[in-house]
């Protein structure tokens, strides 16, 4: 009993010296590499606070300069002139300006976003699916809009199976009681036309299951009945 006392104590002991040796190695290697740590520390807090300058100072000023620039291109585009949305009147730039412009601020990313729904528009679904995929949103909605746009811009081309990818990022990935199941709908549209049944079966029921309170919801019925018969049939 008491060797295996003395077996402990031993490897205790050896403990606190290995520990013991491993900050001294620490110790030395700072004591050592003083100058090159406090170069890097202090290059850090310089690239921190340029960053903060550059934020304040130039990228915030910016910021509201590209909103108001873009003021009048977003009436236009309230009132569907997409044209003068986009390519502006003259006297006010349009929304590729803008992206030209101010790409770096929330502004010109926004313009991203409009710019595309322009050019779907105006039936030019290459450009339209170009800046549509240049924009970017944490917002719910506007996520499910801009990738059922450019859903919508792939199914223009007869391009299916890219539409359909892009209507289940619209209608799955950030889900919502509004364009969600609206989505849905055009993923189950395209599941038909690419006679992939079983797919669009799963489109309509999930819209029966999860949105069976919105009009989708409520009108969904007979489409399942449709894509059911056509799986009837096929089995036949």
Request: proline share 1%.
């Amino acid at each position: 009993m008491k060797e295996n006392n003395k077996k402990i104590e031993n490897q205790e002991i050896e403990n606190v010296e290995d520990k013991g040796s491993v900050l001294s190695k620490t110790e030395q290697f700072i004591d050592k590499n003083k100058k090159s740590i406090s170069y890097v520390v202090g290059g850090l807090i310089i690239l921190v606070a340029l960053f903060f300058i550059y934020q304040k100072s130039y990228l915030a000023p910016l910021e509201d300069e590209a909103h108001q620039e873009m003021f009048m291109a977003e009436n236009y585009f309230a009132k569907d002139s997409f044209k003068l949305a986009l390519n502006g009147d003259g006297q006010y730039p349009g929304f590729l300006q803008i992206i030209e412009e101010y790409g770096s601020t929330n502004a010109g990313n926004l313009a991203n976003y409009y710019a595309g729904i322009c050019f779907l528009r105006l039936g030019q679904f290459d450009e339209a699916i170009k800046h549509l995929k240049e924009y970017s949103t944490d917002d719910y909605l506007l996520y499910s809009v801009s990738n059922g746009a450019i859903g919508d811009a792939y199914l223009e081309l007869g391009k299916l199976e890219n539409a359909a990818k892009f209507y289940k990022k619209a209608a799955y990935d950030k889900a919502n009681q509004f364009s969600s199941p609206f989505y849905l709908m055009k993923l189950g549209f395209v599941y038909e036309k690419l006679e992939q049944w079983e797919k669009a079966l799963e489109a309509y029921e999930y819209i029966e299951k999860q949105y069976y309170r919105t009009n989708e919801g409520r009108k969904v019925e007979k489409y399942i009945s449709r894509v059911k018969l056509k799986l009837n049939k096929e089995e036949i």
